[in-house]
Every structure is written in C-alpha cells, then in structure tokens.
C-alpha cells in the first residue's frame, strides 16, 4: 500500500492548465470571457483567412488576366487598326497627288492644244473661223494621249459656225474631209473604211436628227459643228463614224450647258455623261476645252475621259481594295437630267477598277477615314458669273473596304491575348504548385501545434490557456507555441498568473498497496494499469464537471469550483469519488486476467476537504497549474488517514453537504483522527450505494466491497460507526493461492 505524497505545511499541488481568473468569495467568483485563442480555434481562424485571401487573390488574378488579356488584344486590335489608318492615309495620299498630277497634265495638254490650233490659223492667211481643219489631227490627239497616259480617249475638235457663215459650210466639208479622212485611215491603220465610204455616210450641211433623219439647223445662233474626231470610228456614232457637220449642241444636254459656261468664262468645265454599253451604261466625263482668238470663243476642243481606263493607270504600287468617290459640285450631266447628286463610284486597285454605279457605295463606318482632294479646279470667282451659272470643280473622295482592312488584321491580338492567358494559368499553375507544397508543410505544422495544444489544454483548463495565449500575443516578446510562456522559461513572461478562489472542495484519491504491486511488475504492465485507471477517473471527472489537476504517483488530484465557480462543487466531487471508488474496483477486476491476480488487490483511498485555495501558473523550467493553500493540505491529510475503500471527508464538506439536504450521504467516524498541524479533527465517512434492482457481484478478492464496509440505509449511521474499527485483512476470502491457481487457468 503507497504512502500519499508529503507535502509541506502550506501545501501546493500542481495541475495541467495554464493561468486563472480572480473569484470573488461571496459570488462565487467571475472569470472572464475566456478569449477564443486555441489552436483549433486559430487555426480555423486563420484557414478561413488563408481561404479568403486565396479566393480573392484568385478573383484579383482572374480578373486582372481578363483586363490584361482584353487590354493586349484591344491594343493589339487598335495597334492594327492604326496601322492600317496610317497606311490607308498615305495610300490615299498617294492617289489624290497622283491622280490630281493627272488631271492638271490634261488640262495643260488640252490648252497647249487649243493654243496650237489658234497658232496654226494666225499663221496660214488663207484659213479663217470656223473653216479650220487642223493638220494630221489623229497623230496629234494620239500624242496628246500618250502624253497624259490614256490609251484610247475620245478628242472631238468643234468650230463654232455662225449663221452667216453656214452657207459656205457645206462646201468647206466637201473640200476638206477627204484629207482629213485620209490622214486618219493612215495613222490609225483601219481598212475597214476608205475614203469614199467616208464621204457617203458624212452629211455636209449642219444638222440634227428628226423623225425624218438628219435635219439642217434652222434654229438662229452659232451651232457647235461636229468637225473632227480622234479616234475616226466611234461606235456610238450611227455606221461607227461620227458624222460630221451634226450639231453638238444637240447631242447632249451636258454640251450645251458646257458651251454656255466657255462662252462666259473662257475657261474649260468637265461633267459626267452616260454612255451605252452591253452590260447596260457606263460613265464617262466630258471635259471641254475653249478654243479662243482675240478674246472670242471660236471652238472646243471635247476630250472624253474614261475614268475606268484613268484609274487603271495610275501606277501606284500597293493600291488595291480603295472606293473612289467622284463628286461634281454642279448639276452638269448625271444630276441635271435626274435630279440626283453628280456622283460616281469605283473599286481601284493597281490593275483593275470596276465601275459601281452613279452613287456613293462607300461603307459609311469609315467616313471618319475619307481622305479628299479636290482634283479639278476653277478659278472663276461666282460673281463673275450670272445667277444660275456654275463652274464645275471635281472632287476625289477615297474610302478603305472591309476587304482592305481585314488585309492588315492579323491573329496577333489573339496569340498575345492567348499568351496572357497562358502565362496567367502557367502562374496559376505554379501558385497552385506553392499553395500545396505550402499546405502539406502547414498541415504537417499545424498537426503539430494541434498535438501541442492538445497537450497544453491537458495541462492547463481552456480558460487558463487563453489568457497565456493572450499575455503572450500583447507581451513585449512573442514566442512560439513550444514555448507559450515566454521569456524563455525564466519566469520573466509578464505578470504572475494567479488567483484566489474562495469556494472549491478538493479531493485526494491514494491507490492503496501499489508501490508492492508495481515493484513485481513489468513498467509497461504498471502504465497500463495507470493509464486504464486514470482515464476512467478523467470521464468521471468530465462527466461530473470536476477539474483534474494532476497525479502524483498513485495519487490522483482533484478539485471543483474552479477554474469555472461553482455553489454545488462539495456534491459534485463527492458524486466524482463515489464514481471513482466504484471504477477501481471494475477497472482492477478487468486488468485482472491480463495484469495477475494481485491486481485485484489494489484498492483506493479518498480524502475530501472543502475551503479556499490559491491557483495558478508557477512559470519557469516545466510551467504547471498549481494549487496553493491550507484547503490542500487538510485534503491530502484526509486521504491519508482514511481507509481503503473508504471516502473520509472534513467537517467543512460534510456541513455544505448537510446545508445542500444531503446529510443522508454522511456518516461520522466513531473517533476523531489527529492531523499534523490541524490537532484533532473530527471527520465523516461518505456512504456509497449499489443501483437499484441489482445484485452485489461475488467478489473475487480477499478485500470487502464498498457495500460490504458500509451499509446504506435512509437516516442511519450505525453502520458506518461500526465500520470505523472495520479490518479488511479478517475477511473471509479466496486465499491467494485459489486466485492465483484460478488465473492461471483462464
């Protein structure tokens, strides 16, 4: 049988939980709210933070990679678009200068050729106006052609015949058309006319087409006389040969309004005619070059010009998938006779362009990217004109296609967008990668800081353990959790944690005869033992809201009404050593077959006292919860001069059982027992009882069972006085060699 521990006069015992609440002796005592600083409870804290940020680190990042990725292809997209405006602009540029070129070396090669035909009848003294036949004509135009780069452009040359000089008209025809003829067959190189056929399709006089055929001008005032032409066969000519002497003044209207603009301006004018083809019609402008002697208006030269054929040769390099746009500023040709805009449109490219019709077939989304250039001018001032009158410019507007801006789109945008995204899931990837790699290391550590905690909250009560976390989160110092005191063990963490708790029982319970039985036994059987026993007591314990403070040795500590106050604690501990009494006798007749027969023997001593203690962590090498007081030491001598099996309690006790209407739980022992510095003390027994309805089980030891030391029965005590001289060693039992022959059989 072990002797209880010694413990000095002011005895200390030391528990398992770290740092306590002050109580106040007349409430019972307050903790405060206990903080929510355990390791489960940060590390579930701190997992949803991680969680959290991780969540929004991913949205950042998604978002982010979607604003980049939208951003580069944007950029990317508008990189493209700029470069294609840049190279449209240029493109554009490029064909307004050159066309523009064009144009002003057209008009220049029709002036030098007016001026060359007034030149050459200043100089012959026997031609006069309009009896002019300009020599080798068709060489000339054909020159004039090749000069400014048309292949087959229409040149008519039209005197202007007054009404005193159109009897002699006639005759003038006759004398000169077949040199004239002749020299065009020559140099256009044609046999499918002669001269003679010539001269049978032309009609001398002036004329114009009735319902009858050809009709001579009646009408008064100068008629514009259709005398030469380049090239000689015209197919929109009746025979294929434009006949000569017809009135151009009636062969379209564009003509006349024309004529009517040279003769107040003196300057030339263009407009657009439509001409018949087999695909239905097609457009060409007319431009009309005045003829003047002496400041008179004596002729025109007419020069079709074949816009198809103009834009075809440009010969700029690169050109391909541009609309051009033709815009007249006067309702000369197309718009006079419908009463729309004076328009044309063409798609150009470096060998092509196709005619579109007579109206503006841009796309309108680009009409921010227009480039135009005015490519005929006037300098004719309005007012010198009379009301009604225009003076024609011509206007070039160039627009892109769909077709020539897809032809700068690449899948650049897309590649670098798609590498943005790539990177994106690459570091995701990664993140990812470094995310669980640093998960598995924190999981490993904090599956460490768990059993840490686990342990720490074994030692310490909950409440305890926050405020050391807390002293150590605000102190000057932060540690670890392998060292949760700080200061490094040397007592120098911050204030002492300790405090007076007015109202608690403690409570002692010895293993009596143990030290005799474990010195026979292997250490590993001994922890068996121990471990079996103690964690039952640790139920009974949690199941009667008693806080374990520690073992030493065989001594099991106890106390209730602290760390949490409690008015019942007296009752609640001695419920707990009831329970206890009754576990060491199942738990050593369990451990009886595996551990030998003596273990049965082994039976427990309980002391009980009720006071005030003082608790708290004595920090240092080993910190532990420690109780301090007189209450403690009086508790253990109550366990040590009791019996086994037995539950001695103090006066103290027993009065707050008897207060709380449990004085039926109590006996008192027949003679008082001498404490060392108490004197004498008159203490109680607390009476145990079997269940009710059942059988006491045959013992198997030579000990009596609690029920067999201490008959219960309402309001009597006899039993319990005659039990104070009890002597469990006269018992008649199996011997222990019966028990010994018998374990050895199972």
Same mark, same amino acid.
């Given at each position: 049988?072990?002797?209880?521990?010694?413990?000095?006069?002011?005895?200390?015992?030391?528990?398992?939980?770290?740092?306590?609440?002050?109580?106040?002796?007349?409430?019972?005592?307050?903790? $405060? /709210?206990?903080?929510?600083?355990?390791?489960?409870?940060?590390?579930?804290?701190?997992?949803?933070?991680?969680?959290?940020?991780?969540?929004?680190?991913?949205?950042?990042?998604?978002?982010?990679?979607?604003?980049?990725?939208?951003?580069?292809?944007?950029?990317?997209?508008?990189?493209?678009?700029?470069?294609?405006?840049?190279?449209?602009?240029?493109?554009?540029?490029?064909?307004?200068?050159?066309?523009?070129?064009?144009?002003?070396?057209?008009?220049?090669?029709?002036?030098?050729?007016?001026?060359?035909?007034?030149?050459?009848?200043?100089?012959?003294?026997?031609?006069?106006?309009?009896?002019?036949?300009?020599?080798?004509?068709?060489?000339?135009?054909?020159?004039?052609?090749?000069?400014?780069?048309?292949?087959?452009?229409?040149?008519?040359?039209?005197?202007?015949?007054?009404?005193?000089?159109?009897?002699?008209?006639?005759?003038?025809?006759?004398?000169?058309?077949?040199?004239?003829?002749?020299?065009?067959?020559?140099?256009?190189?044609?046999? /499918?006319?002669?001269?003679?056929?010539?001269?049978?399709?032309?009609?001398? &006089?002036?004329?114009?087409?009735?319902?009858?055929?050809?009709?001579?001008?009646?009408?008064?005032?100068?008629?514009?006389?259709?005398?030469?032409?380049?090239?000689?066969?015209?197919?929109?000519?009746?025979?294929?040969?434009?006949?000569?002497?017809?009135?151009?003044?009636?062969?379209?209207?564009?003509?006349?309004?024309?004529?009517?603009?040279?003769?107040?301006?003196?300057?030339?004018?263009?407009?657009?005619?439509?001409?018949?083809?087999?695909?239905?019609?097609?457009?060409?402008?007319?431009?009309?070059?005045?003829?003047?002697?002496?400041?008179?208006?004596?002729?025109?030269?007419?020069?079709?010009? $074949?816009?198809?054929?103009?834009? *075809?040769?440009?010969?700029?390099?690169?050109?391909?998938?541009?609309?051009?746009?033709?815009?007249?500023?006067?309702?000369?040709?197309?718009?006079?006779?419908?009463?729309?805009?004076? /328009?044309?449109?063409?798609?150009?490219?470096?060998?092509?362009?196709?005619?579109?019709?007579?109206?503006?077939?841009?796309?309108?989304?680009?009409?921010?990217?227009?480039?135009?250039?005015?490519?005929?001018?006037?300098?004719?001032?309005?007012?010198?004109?009379?009301?009604?009158?225009?003076?024609?410019?011509?206007?070039?507007?160039?627009? @892109?296609?769909?077709?020539?801006?897809?032809?700068?789109?690449?899948?650049?945008?897309?590649?670098?967008?798609?590498?943005?995204?790539?990177?994106?899931?690459?570091?995701?990837?990664?993140?990812?990668?470094?995310?669980?790699?640093?998960?598995?290391?924190?999981?490993?550590?904090?599956? *460490?800081?768990?059993?840490?905690?686990?342990?720490?909250?074994?030692?310490?009560?909950?409440?305890? *353990?926050?405020?050391?976390?807390?002293?150590?989160?605000?102190?000057?110092?932060?540690?670890?959790?392998?060292?949760?005191?700080?200061?490094?063990?040397?007592?120098?963490?911050?204030?002492?944690?300790?405090?007076? &708790?007015?109202?608690?029982?403690?409570?002692?319970?010895?293993?009596?005869?143990?030290?005799?039985?474990?010195?026979?036994?292997?250490?590993?059987?001994?922890?068996?033992?121990?471990?079996?026993?103690?964690?039952?007591?640790?139920?009974?314990?949690?199941?009667?809201?008693?806080?374990?403070?520690?073992?030493?040795?065989?001594?099991?500590?106890?106390?209730?009404?602290? @760390?949490?106050?409690?008015?019942?604690?007296?009752?609640?501990?001695?419920?707990?050593? *009831?329970?206890?009494?009754?576990?060491?006798?199942?738990?050593?007749?369990?451990?009886?077959?595996?551990?030998? $027969?003596?273990?049965?023997?082994?039976?427990?001593?309980?002391?009980?006292?009720?006071?005030?203690?003082?608790?708290?962590?004595?920090?240092?090498?080993?910190?532990?919860?420690?109780?301090?007081?007189?209450?403690?030491?009086?508790?253990?001598?109550? /366990?040590?001069?009791?019996?086994?099996?037995?539950?001695?309690?103090?006066?103290?006790?027993?009065?707050?059982?008897?207060?709380?209407?449990?004085?039926?739980?109590?006996?008192?022992?027949?003679?008082?027992?001498?404490?060392?510095?108490?004197?004498?003390?008159?203490?109680?027994?607390?009476?145990?009882?079997?269940?009710?309805?059942?059988?006491?089980?045959?013992?198997?030891?030579?000990?009596?069972?609690?029920?067999?030391?201490?008959?219960?029965?309402?309001?009597?005590?006899?039993?319990?006085?005659?039990?104070?001289?009890?002597? $469990?060693?006269?018992?008649?039992?199996?011997?222990?060699?019966?028990?010994?022959?018998?374990?050895?059989?199972?």
């Amino acid at each position: 049988m072990s002797k209880a521990p010694t413990y000095p006069g002011d005895e200390s015992i030391t528990g398992s939980h770290n740092g306590m609440s002050q109580h106040d002796s007349s409430t019972g005592g307050e903790s $405060p /709210e206990p903080a929510t600083c355990s390791a489960p409870a940060v590390a579930d804290r701190e997992e949803k933070a991680v969680a959290l940020s991780k969540f929004l680190v991913f949205i950042v990042l998604l978002v982010a990679v979607i604003g980049v990725a939208t951003a580069t292809y944007l950029l990317m997209e508008n990189e493209e678009r700029n470069d294609f405006e840049a190279a449209f602009a240029g493109l554009a540029s490029e064909i307004s200068t050159v066309a523009e070129q064009k144009i002003d070396q057209i008009y220049s090669a029709l002036d030098a050729y007016s001026l060359f035909i007034s030149s050459q009848v200043r100089a012959d003294p026997n031609t006069s106006w309009p009896f002019v036949t300009v020599r080798d004509y068709s060489v000339k135009s054909e020159k004039i052609a090749e000069l400014v780069g048309l292949e087959v452009p229409v040149f008519v040359f039209c005197p202007i015949v007054h009404e005193e000089d159109r009897e002699q008209w006639p005759s003038f025809v006759l004398e000169s058309a077949p040199i004239y003829y002749q020299e065009s067959l020559d140099n256009e190189g044609t046999n /499918e006319y002669a001269v003679e056929d010539l001269m049978n399709l032309t009609i001398p &006089f002036l004329h114009v087409y009735g319902l009858a055929g050809p009709e001579e001008v009646q009408t008064p005032g100068p008629v514009l006389a259709n005398w030469q032409q380049y090239p000689l066969e015209d197919p929109m000519f009746f025979g294929g040969v434009m006949l000569r002497g017809y009135n151009m003044l009636t062969l379209f209207p564009e003509i006349s309004d024309q004529f009517e603009i040279a003769q107040l301006t003196l300057r030339p004018s263009i407009s657009f005619i439509q001409f018949p083809d087999e695909k239905g019609f097609y457009v060409e402008s007319q431009i009309m070059q005045p003829v003047i002697e002496d400041g008179q208006l004596v002729g025109v030269i007419i020069l079709n010009l $074949p816009w198809k054929e103009f834009f *075809r040769n440009l010969n700029i390099d690169g050109l391909t998938d541009t609309i051009a746009v033709l815009r007249g500023n006067c309702n000369i040709g197309l718009g006079a006779a419908s009463g729309t805009k004076n /328009e044309l449109s063409y798609l150009i490219s470096s060998s092509s362009a196709d005619f579109f019709g007579t109206l503006d077939t841009h796309n309108p989304k680009y009409d921010d990217l227009v480039v135009s250039q005015e490519v005929v001018h006037t300098d004719v001032e309005k007012s010198e004109l009379p009301e009604g009158v225009c003076a024609p410019t011509l206007t070039l507007d160039l627009y @892109p296609t769909e077709k020539l801006e897809l032809s700068f789109q690449t899948s650049r945008p897309k590649l670098y967008a798609a590498v943005v995204v790539a990177i994106f899931v690459f570091t995701s990837l990664v993140f990812l990668l470094y995310d669980y790699l640093v998960g598995r290391r924190q999981r490993k550590f904090m599956a *460490r800081i768990m059993r840490q905690d686990q342990i720490v909250s074994d030692v310490f009560p909950a409440a305890i *353990r926050d405020r050391l976390y807390e002293g150590e989160q605000k102190g000057p110092k932060q540690d670890s959790l392998l060292d949760p005191l700080g200061g490094g063990g040397n007592g120098t963490g911050g204030a002492p944690l300790a405090d007076l &708790f007015l109202e608690t029982t403690v409570v002692f319970a010895d293993i009596v005869g143990f030290t005799a039985w474990a010195s026979a036994l292997e250490p590993a059987q001994v922890f068996i033992l121990l471990e079996t026993v103690y964690g039952a007591f640790d139920k009974n314990a949690y199941r009667r809201s008693v806080f374990k403070v520690e073992t030493v040795g065989d001594c099991y500590v106890a106390v209730a009404g602290l @760390p949490e106050p409690s008015k019942d604690h007296a009752m609640a501990v001695c419920r707990f050593a *009831r329970d206890c009494v009754k576990t060491m006798k199942d738990t050593t007749l369990k451990l009886e077959v595996s551990l030998g $027969p003596d273990t049965c023997e082994l039976q427990l001593r309980v002391g009980i006292h009720s006071g005030q203690v003082t608790a708290g962590v004595l920090r240092g090498e080993r910190s532990r919860f420690q109780l301090f007081g007189d209450t403690v030491n009086t508790a253990a001598r109550m /366990e040590s001069t009791s019996a086994r099996n037995r539950i001695q309690i103090s006066q103290v006790t027993a009065d707050l059982l008897v207060a709380s209407g449990h004085s039926d739980w109590i006996a008192a022992r027949k003679s008082k027992i001498f404490v060392k510095g108490k004197g004498e003390m008159q203490t109680y027994w607390l009476k145990t009882k079997a269940a009710k309805g059942s059988k006491p089980s045959q013992p198997r030891c030579d000990m009596p069972t609690v029920d067999e030391t201490v008959s219960i029965s309402s309001g009597s005590s006899s039993v319990g006085e005659a039990s104070d001289n009890f002597d $469990p060693d006269g018992v008649e039992a199996m011997t222990k060699i019966e028990r010994l022959v018998e374990w050895n059989v199972e």
